[in-house]
């Protein structure tokens, strides 16, 4: 069976940080890229980063670009989003994923390939 599980969301205050991870199991993953989407209460999903199978290219959404350092872990297969100077408006459920598409591709994926249960990030002002 395969598993996407998310850990590390909470509640942070503003300018803060957070340390998303995503434990995938059940299948061999060398050959997905993986990356995070959220949904925030009342808005579509957003695509927020994706990161090669190799870990050698990244994307991100313009909106974290410059906060937000996504990295993979081959060995375990482990996805991480490190997020920094957070704001309000990061606040949201955040997934993690998997996909075979090009990185370039996941702001435009409906219904990635593998996709977890979610994680909780809530930024206060």
């Known amino acids: 069976q395969v598993q996407l599980v998310e850990s590390g969301g909470g509640l942070v205050q503003a300018g803060g940080s957070l340390r998303l991870s995503c434990v995938a199991s059940g299948r061999t993953f060398s050959s997905y890229a993986m990356g995070w989407f959220r949904q925030a209460p009342g808005k579509e999903r957003e695509f927020v980063s994706a990161?090669?199978?190799?870990?050698?290219?990244?994307y991100y959404a313009d909106s974290v670009k410059g906060r937000f350092t996504i990295s993979r872990d081959g060995a375990k297969n482990t996805v991480y989003l490190q997020m920094s100077s957070l704001k309000p408006e990061d606040t949201a459920v955040y997934y993690c994923a998997a996909d075979r598409n090009y990185i370039i591709n996941w702001p435009g994926i409906q219904k990635p390939d593998y996709r977890g249960q979610g994680t909780q990030v809530t930024v206060s002002s």
């Open positions: 990161i090669s199978w190799s870990g050698g290219s990244k």
